[in-house]
């Protein structure tokens, strides 16, 4: 069994990291595919350090980039971020759509994972991907990954997270319906839980939740409802922004009511008194597309830094 007794996430998402920015962030690329924008134009010299990794899952040759900070993992445990790309894109191209490796290289304080989708995408339970149709376990895959690092280097069971974008953040929301006991923390970025997962949505144990919506997402509606997928096939009907928090604060069995306060054009809605201590925040972004938020790396690792959690048990 998993208890975890996570501090609350707003006071520290409040101090601006996303606000400094997040109101601009609104370069969508109209589609669900994955906007491809912030990273391309990175020196080598940003991805230095990051290595190739491979494993074998559901039959299928996979692989995934990997940075372990030099010699920090063998000295203390450190946090595990898993960051899923946006369908259409690639594992090496999100290495540079946040400033989180940025901030992994200079403060020496993540390790990061950044698996690769089949044919660019990924199967989040109810779509209609390549990789649903290939039927891709990447649930599994993430199962495996963690596994493979865990076994590798020290890694603190406290600071486990998965965030994704669009088909990516699809996915992030399945994971913490089916790995909750391996996760401490969601962070979906424009990709709703979808009604169907919604429906068969039940964490064997309570894990935080972090969304980030924005409003003016013309890919993945923050109001909800269907969307078009990648190769204009229709993608899961989806959540609205604030029905999807809600849900999520009722998986987790949160008795408080939400509280709200707004900064730089974000909107944090904060459920609190959930089970085992978990909090559930949304991020509304006003005004913003479909895109990787400026300012997201910091507001995550600070969040990351804040967790409090205490595992009895590892089953």
């Given at each position: 069994?998993?208890?975890?007794?996570?501090?609350?996430?707003?006071?520290?998402?409040?101090?601006?990291?996303?606000?400094?920015?997040?109101?601009?962030?609104?370069?969508?690329?109209?589609?669900?595919?994955?906007?491809?924008?912030?990273?391309?134009?990175?020196?080598?010299?940003?991805?230095?350090?990051?290595?190739?990794?491979t494993l074998r899952s559901g039959g299928r040759r996979r692989t995934y980039l990997l940075y372990?900070?030099?010699?920090?993992?063998?000295?203390?445990?450190?946090?595990?971020?898993?960051?899923?790309?946006?369908?259409?894109?690639?594992?090496?191209?999100?290495?540079?759509?946040?400033?989180?490796?940025?901030?992994?290289?200079?403060?020496?304080?993540?390790?990061?994972?950044?698996?690769?989708?089949?044919?660019?995408?990924?199967?989040?339970?109810?779509?209609?991907?390549?990789?649903?149709?290939?039927?891709?376990?990447?649930?599994?895959?993430?199962?495996?990954?963690?596994?493979?690092?865990?076994?590798?280097?020290?890694?603190?069971?406290?600071r486990v997270v998965a965030t994704g974008l669009s088909n990516g953040a699809l996915l992030t929301?399945?994971?913490?319906?089916?790995?909750?006991?391996?996760?401490?923390?969601?962070?979906?970025?424009?990709?709703?839980?979808?009604?169907?997962?919604?429906?068969?949505?039940?964490?064997?144990?309570?894990?935080?939740?972090?969304?980030?919506?924005?409003?003016?997402?013309?890919?993945?509606?923050?109001?909800?409802?269907?969307?078009?997928?990648?190769?204009?096939?229709?993608?899961?009907?989806?959540?609205?922004?604030?029905?999807?928090?809600?849900?999520?604060?009722?998986?987790?069995?949160?008795?408080?009511?939400?509280?709200?306060?707004?900064?730089?054009?974000?909107?944090?809605?904060?459920?609190?008194?959930?089970?085992?201590?978990?909090?559930?925040?949304?991020?509304?972004?006003e005004h913003g597309g479909h895109a990787w938020p400026t300012g997201f790396g910091p507001t995550?690792?600070?969040?990351?830094?804040?967790?409090?959690?205490?595992?009895?048990?590892?089953?």
């Amino acid at each position: 069994m998993v208890r975890r007794s996570a501090a609350a996430l707003a006071a520290l998402v409040l101090t601006g990291a996303i606000a400094a920015g997040c109101g601009s962030a609104s370069g969508s690329s109209g589609t669900s595919t994955g906007p491809r924008g912030s990273g391309r134009g990175r020196s080598a010299r940003a991805t230095q350090g990051v290595q190739s990794v491979t494993l074998r899952s559901g039959g299928r040759r996979r692989t995934y980039l990997l940075y372990v900070p030099p010699g920090d993992s063998r000295t203390h445990p450190l946090p595990l971020v898993l960051l899923f790309h946006g369908a259409g894109d690639t594992a090496s191209h999100a290495v540079g759509e946040t400033d989180l490796l940025g901030i992994a290289q200079r403060r020496h304080n993540m390790i990061l994972a950044f698996p690769q989708g089949y044919d660019n995408t990924w199967n989040e339970g109810v779509g209609s991907t390549p990789a649903a149709r290939a039927g891709v376990n990447d649930v599994a895959f993430t199962a495996a990954i963690l596994r493979q690092i865990e076994a590798r280097y020290w890694i603190d069971p406290h600071r486990v997270v998965a965030t994704g974008l669009s088909n990516g953040a699809l996915l992030t929301e399945w994971l913490g319906c089916t790995l909750s006991r391996q996760l401490t923390l969601i962070a979906p970025v424009e990709g709703q839980l979808p009604v169907a997962s919604s429906a068969r949505c039940h964490p064997p144990e309570p894990v935080a939740v972090f969304e980030v919506h924005g409003t003016a997402d013309k890919s993945i509606p923050y109001s909800g409802g269907g969307f078009i997928g990648i190769g204009g096939v229709p993608g899961p009907t989806v959540l609205s922004a604030p029905d999807s928090a809600r849900r999520w604060a009722t998986l987790d069995h949160c008795s408080a009511p939400p509280r709200s306060a707004g900064s730089g054009g974000v909107v944090f809605t904060t459920y609190a008194r959930c089970t085992d201590g978990v909090t559930v925040t949304l991020a509304t972004v006003e005004h913003g597309g479909h895109a990787w938020p400026t300012g997201f790396g910091p507001t995550l690792a600070n969040t990351i830094a804040a967790l409090r959690t205490t595992r009895t048990a590892i089953p």
